[in-house]
C-alpha cells in the first residue's frame, strides 16, 4: 500500500477544469516532483494535498487514512512556499517553533527541536534574526526548517527556489534533497525547471493543461518520453519531419533530401501507410559528427547516415553545441567537449549518424 | 472565489456592512428629503433654485452667491494647486533624484501640518502677517497670498505622496539621465519627462485640494470677514435660512463625490487612497 | 519659484558639487519657512512674552485656569473617544470588505464613500446632523412617533458633547478605514495559509500573527484619528457653538478679538495644542516605522 495515494482527483474552477484524471501513489519517504509549464495544474494538485483546495472529485489518503475533507490544519502536511511566507514580526527561532507552540509542546521539547532545525539548516548563530534581516536562501532555509519542524507526514514544497539567483538555487537544491533523504521524509516538489526535477527527484510526473502527461524516473522520463509535450518539455529534442515509404515499414525518407537518404526506425510502424507523414524526434547527444576531412567516429554497422551542413557552433562549457542544416531542415547535435576536439568550421559539409534505436515517434 | 459560504464570520461582515452604510447614508438622506421640503407639503426642488438663483441670505440682487463665493474658492484652489505643482513637484523630484539625504527632512514636513492644524495655522498667520511689518491683510492680494499659502501647507502631506508615489512608479534617475545624455535642461526635463508622467498624481492630488477648498471654513472665514468664501457662503445660509442649507449640503457632497469618483477612475491601478478631513 | 540649476557646475572638489545641489530644495525650504514654520516659531516664542516683551512664564501657567483647563480636557475627551470608537468600527469595516469575505464589488463601494465621507466635515456635516437629530430631527421624530423613543424628553441633545461625538464619528470611521484597508491587503494570504499548515486555527492565526502585525497601524491610525478630532474646528463651531467649548473655539474667540485678560495668554493656548498634537505625530511615527521594519 503506498503511503499517498491520490486517486482520480478532479478540480475544477467553475466551467475551467484545472486538474483532471489525476493519480499517483508516492511511496514512503520518496521524492516526486511535478513538473510542467505555468498553469497545467501542478500547483493546484498540491495545493489539494495541503487542504487548501478542494477537490471537486476523488480522494486523497496518507497512510491509508482518508484526509480529503479535512481541514488544512488538521492534515499534518508541512508546506514550504515559494514566497517564504515567514512571518515578519517573528524571529527565525520563533517562526521554527510556531507550529510546535500551537500544538502546545512542552518549552523543553520545542527548544530542542528548534536547536535541532537550526543545525539541520546550518543557521546555528541566526535564531534571534527577523526574516527581513536575511537573504533570500536563508529565508527559504528557515521556511524549510518551519515545515519539519512539525515532523509532517508528507513535505510539500511549491517552487521554492524560483526566486532565488541560480547559483544559490543550486546549493539549496542539494541541501533540500539531502536534508530530505536525511530524514526520509514523503516529498511533492512542485516546479518548471526541469532540471531541477530531474536531479532531485525519485521520480517525475510531467503534466500538462491539468493532466498527467507521464510518470517515471528521471531516466526513463528523459530517453523514453511518451508524448511529444514530454519529450520537448523534458531536455532539448530534435524534429525531423519525413514521409514514411511503405505501409507498416520502417524506412522513412527526410523531408529535403534526396531519395537515397532514407533512414531506418528502431521498429516498424504497424498502423503507417505508405506516403504518410511521420515526425522522427532525436536527442542531440545521440547524433554524431562525420567530417570527410578532419572526424570519422568510428563506423557502427545499421547506423543511419546523413549528409549535412554545419550552420552555427555553441561553446556551452562541457558540451558543444552544433547546428546543422539537414536538407531544408534543421538539427542540433551535441558534441562532449574535448581540448582535443577538432570542431569543424562554419558552411563545412559533413556526414552525421544516429542509431535508429535513437528515433522516436511520437 | 469559487463558494459563497454563510458562515457565522460572513454574516457578522454583512452586519458591519450595513451598520456602517446606515451611519453614513441615513444623515444625507434625511439632509436629501430635507431639501425638497421648501415648498409646503409639496416636494419640490425649490431649497434648490433658490439657492442657485438668488442670494437666500439677503435678498441681494446680481448674481447668486453661490456662483461668486464657489468661483472664489475654486480660483483660490487652483493658485494652490498651481502652487504645488511649482514646488513641491520639482521639490519631490530633487530630492528623489539628486539628494535623497533629504528625505527624513521631506518626511518631517510632510507629517508637520498635522501637528498644527487650521484655527492655529490661522492664528499663527494673522498674528505674524498681519501686523507690521509684514502687513498682509491690509491689500486683498496680500491676504489671498496667505490663504494659497496656508491651503498649499494644508494639503502638501498628500500632495507630496502622491507625487513622490508617482516618482517611484518610474525610474527617476534613468529617466534624468537618458534625458541630460539626449540634450534636456533641467526645465525640460520637469516639464517634458516628469510631468507627463505624474498626470496621475497630479490630477489626484488637484481634484482633492479643490474638494478641501470649497468645504474649507476656518481660514478662509477669518481671513475674508465678508464671507466670500464658499464654505462661509454656508455658514452664511446656514444662520439664517432653514432649507437652503440642507440644498447646499447635498451640492457640496455632490461636489466631492465627483472629485472622488475623477480621482478613482484616474488612479485605478496605482495605489493612491487619499484622505483628507475639512473638519 | 522655480528650481534654477541649468546644469550641474563644473565640479571642481566633490564637496563643492553637493553643497550646491541641495539649492534645489530652497524654494521649498523657504515656502515652508513662510507658511509653517515661522508662524509657529512666533507662536512658540510669544508665548514666553509678557506685554512688554520680556521673558515669562506667566502665560503658560495662565492654562491652568478651570475653564481653559475645561476646554482642552472636552477637547481631549471628545478626540479620545471619537478615536477609539471610530478606530474600532472603521478597522471592522475594513476587516470586512477585505478578509471579512463580502463580495469584491462592495469594496469599492466602500472605499468610494469612505473617500467621501473623510472628506465630508464642517458646516455641512453639522447641518445633516441638525436635520438628523435636531430637535425636529427627522431620526428624532421617527424614534419618537414610531418606536416611542422621546429621545429629547430624556435628556439627549444633538448640541451636546454626545452630538459633537456622533458628529465627529461621521469621519472619523471612514478615515480610519481607507488606513487600514491596506494594512490588511498587507497581510499575504501565505501566512494565513502557512499558519494553518502548521497546525493553526483560525483564532491561533489571529491571536500569533495577524494582530500582533496589524498592531502597531491600528494603533498609530488611531493616535491620527485623535489628532484629527483634536483640531477639528468647523464643525464643533457649527453644531454645538458655544455649548461645547472646545480648545479650537476659545482660540478661534482670539482671533475675533476677544480680549484676555493676558494677551500672550492666546499664545500659549495654541502653543498647547500644538505641544499635544506633536506628541501624537511623534506616536504615530514611531507606531508607522515598526510596521515598515517588518513588511519590507
Redesign the interface.
Given at each position: 500500500m503506498a503511503f499517498l495515494e491520490l486517486s482520480n482527483l478532479h478540480k475544477a474552477?467553475?466551467p475551467t477544469t484545472a486538474v483532471e484524471n489525476f493519480d499517483l501513489d508516492v511511496q514512503r519517504g520518496e521524492f516526486v516532483s511535478f513538473l510542467g509549464p505555468s498553469g497545467c495544474g501542478k500547483t493546484t494538485t498540491m495545493r489539494m494535498v495541503?487542504?487548501?483546495e478542494t477537490p471537486t472529485q476523488g480522494s486523497i489518503k496518507i497512510d491509508n487514512a482518508e484526509i480529503t475533507g479535512v481541514?488544512?490544519?488538521?492534515r499534518?502536511?508541512?508546506?514550504v512556499?515559494q514566497?517564504y511566507?515567514l512571518?515578519?514580526?517573528m524571529s527565525v527561532s520563533d517562526n521554527i517553533a510556531?507550529?510546535l507552540?500551537?500544538?502546545r509542546k512542552p518549552a523543553s521539547e520545542i527548544h530542542q527541536r528548534v536547536s535541532d532545525m537550526l543545525a539541520l539548516i546550518k543557521m546555528q548563530a541566526l535564531g534571534n534574526r527577523?526574516?527581513?534581516q536575511l537573504s533570500g536562501g536563508q529565508q527559504q532555509r528557515v521556511a524549510l526548517a518551519?515545515?519539519i519542524a512539525?515532523r509532517p507526514q508528507v513535505l510539500l514544497l511549491d517552487e521554492p527556489l524560483s526566486a532565488l539567483d541560480a547559483k544559490i538555487r543550486l546549493e539549496l537544491r542539494n541541501e533540500i534533497r539531502a536534508i530530505q533523504q536525511q530524514l526520509g521524509i514523503t516529498t511533492i516538489y512542485v516546479t518548471h525547471d526541469q532540471e531541477e526535477a530531474m536531479s532531485l527527484s525519485d521520480r517525475v510526473v510531467v503534466m500538462c493543461e491539468g493532466r498527467m502527461e507521464q510518470v517515471g524516473t528521471p531516466f526513463e522520463i528523459y530517453n523514453f518520453p511518451r508524448t511529444a509535450f514530454v519529450a520537448s518539455f523534458v531536455g532539448t529534442l530534435n524534429v525531423l519531419h519525413g514521409t514514411l515509404q511503405e505501409a507498416a515499414g520502417d524506412r522513412v525518407l527526410i523531408e529535403g533530401l534526396p531519395p537515397g537518404a532514407m533512414i531506418r526506425l528502431a521498429r516498424t510502424l504497424p498502423g503507417g501507410r505508405a506516403g504518410e507523414g511521420v515526425i522522427v524526434n532525436l536527442r542531440p547527444e545521440a547524433v554524431q559528427i562525420g567530417s570527410p576531412a578532419t572526424h570519422d567516429p568510428t563506423p557502427v554497422e545499421h547506423d543511419n547516415v546523413l549528409p549535412a551542413v554545419i550552420e552555427q557552433i555553441t561553446f556551452l562549457g562541457s558540451v558543444v553545441r552544433v547546428k546543422l542544416r539537414v536538407g531544408t531542415q534543421h538539427l542540433l547535435a551535441d558534441l562532449f567537449n574535448n581540448p582535443s576536439l577538432v570542431l569543424p568550421k562554419l558552411g563545412e559539409k559533413v556526414t552525421i549518424r544516429f542509431s535508429p534505436d535513437a528515433c522516436r515517434i511520437l | 472565489m469559487?463558494v459563497k459560504k454563510l458562515n457565522p464570520t460572513t454574516l457578522f461582515a454583512w452586519v458591519i456592512l450595513i451598520l456602517c452604510a446606515a451611519y453614513l447614508i441615513v444623515p444625507l438622506l434625511t439632509q436629501f428629503d430635507y431639501s425638497l421640503r421648501m415648498r409646503r407639503d409639496v416636494l419640490s426642488f425649490d431649497a434648490y433654485t433658490s439657492v442657485l438663483s438668488t442670494n437666500p441670505d439677503d435678498n441681494g440682487q446680481g448674481i447668486p452667491r453661490f456662483y461668486t463665493s464657489l468661483l472664489f474658492s475654486t480660483l483660490m484652489a487652483f493658485f494652490t494647486i498651481l502652487v504645488s505643482i511649482l514646488i513641491i513637484v520639482p521639490t519631490a523630484y530633487w530630492v528623489n533624484y539628486r539628494v535623497p539625504k533629504f528625505k527624513p527632512v521631506m518626511d518631517f514636513f510632510t507629517v508637520l501640518p498635522f501637528a498644527i492644524p487650521g484655527i492655529v495655522l490661522t492664528f499663527g498667520y494673522l498674528r505674524t502677517y498681519s501686523a507690521q511689518p509684514f502687513a498682509l491683510t491690509n491689500t486683498e492680494v496680500g491676504t489671498a497670498v496667505i490663504l494659497i499659502g496656508g491651503y498649499t501647507i494644508g494639503v502638501m502631506p498628500y500632495t507630496y505622496r502622491a507625487v513622490d508615489t508617482g516618482l517611484r512608479a518610474i525610474d527617476v534617475r534613468t529617466l534624468t539621465e537618458a534625458a541630460r545624455s539626449l540634450g534636456a535642461g533641467w526645465g525640460d526635463i520637469i516639464l517634458r519627462v516628469i510631468l507627463p508622467n505624474l498626470r496621475v498624481a497630479v490630477l489626484s492630488a488637484s481634484l482633492l485640494t479643490f474638494a478641501i477648498a470649497i468645504g474649507e471654513y476656518t481660514l478662509a472665514n477669518f481671513l475674508f470677514p465678508d464671507e466670500r468664501a464658499f464654505g462661509s457662503y454656508m455658514a452664511a445660509v446656514g444662520r439664517n435660512r432653514i432649507f437652503e442649507p440642507a440644498a447646499l449640503t447635498i451640492i457640496s457632497y455632490a461636489l466631492v463625490w465627483v472629485c472622488v469618483l475623477v480621482i478613482q477612475r484616474v488612479a485605478r491601478g496605482t495605489d493612491q487612497t487619499q484622505a483628507a478631513s475639512i473638519r | 519659484m522655480q528650481v534654477t540649476l541649468d546644469h550641474p557646475p563644473a565640479p571642481a572638489l566633490p564637496i563643492r558639487r553637493v553643497s550646491l545641489a541641495w539649492v534645489g530644495v530652497l524654494p521649498f525650504l523657504l515656502f515652508a519657512f513662510i507658511f509653517l514654520l515661522f508662524p509657529s516659531l512666533t507662536i512658540l516664542t510669544n508665548s514666553f512674552r509678557d506685554r512688554q516683551g520680556a521673558f515669562t512664564l506667566d502665560n503658560l501657567s495662565g492654562i491652568f485656569t478651570p475653564s481653559i483647563l475645561q476646554s482642552y480636557g472636552v477637547s481631549i475627551q471628545i478626540s479620545l473617544v471619537t478615536a477609539i470608537l471610530g478606530a474600532g468600527l472603521g478597522a471592522l469595516l475594513a476587516w470586512a470588505i477585505t478578509i471579512g469575505g463580502l463580495p469584491r464589488a462592495i469594496r469599492g463601494w466602500v472605499i468610494t464613500f469612505c473617500s467621501v465621507a473623510a472628506n465630508f466635515g464642517g458646516i455641512p456635516l453639522a447641518f445633516a446632523f441638525i436635520t438628523l437629530l435636531g430637535r425636529t430631527g427627522a431620526l428624532t421624530k421617527f424614534l419618537r412617533d414610531g418606536i416611542g423613543i422621546d429621545l429629547y424628553n430624556n435628556g439627549f441633545s444633538i448640541y451636546t458633547v454626545a452630538g459633537l461625538t456622533l458628529a465627529y464619528l461621521y469621519f472619523q470611521f471612514p478615515l480610519m478605514v481607507l488606513i487600514m484597508v491596506p494594512a490588511f491587503d498587507g497581510l499575504?494570504r501565505?501566512?494565513r495559509?502557512?499558519?494553518?499548515?502548521?497546525?493553526?486555527?483560525t483564532l491561533?492565526f489571529w491571536r500569533?500573527?495577524g494582530i500582533?502585525?496589524l498592531l502597531p497601524s491600528f494603533l498609530g491610525s488611531t493616535v491620527l484619528l485623535f489628532g484629527n478630532a483634536f483640531g477639528a474646528f468647523a464643525t464643533a463651531e457649527a453644531l454645538t457653538g458655544s455649548k461645547v467649548d472646545v480648545i479650537t473655539r476659545v482660540i478661534s474667540r482670539q482671533i475675533r478679538g476677544d480680549v484676555l485678560y493676558n494677551p500672550g495668554l492666546s499664545y500659549a493656548l495654541a502653543l498647547g495644542m500644538i505641544v499635544i498634537l506633536a506628541i501624537s505625530i511623534t506616536l504615530y511615527v514611531w507606531l508607522q516605522r515598526r510596521t515598515a521594519?517588518?513588511?519590507?
Open positions: 474552477f467553475g495541503a487542504g487548501f481541514p488544512p490544519n488538521k499534518n502536511v508541512g508546506m512556499f514566497s511566507a512571518f515578519p514580526h510556531f507550529g507552540k500551537i500544538a527577523y526574516p527581513h518551519r515545515a512539525i | 469559487a | 499575504r501565505e501566512w495559509e502557512a499558519a494553518a499548515n502548521l497546525g493553526g486555527s491561533d500569533h500573527v500582533p502585525i521594519r517588518w513588511l519590507r
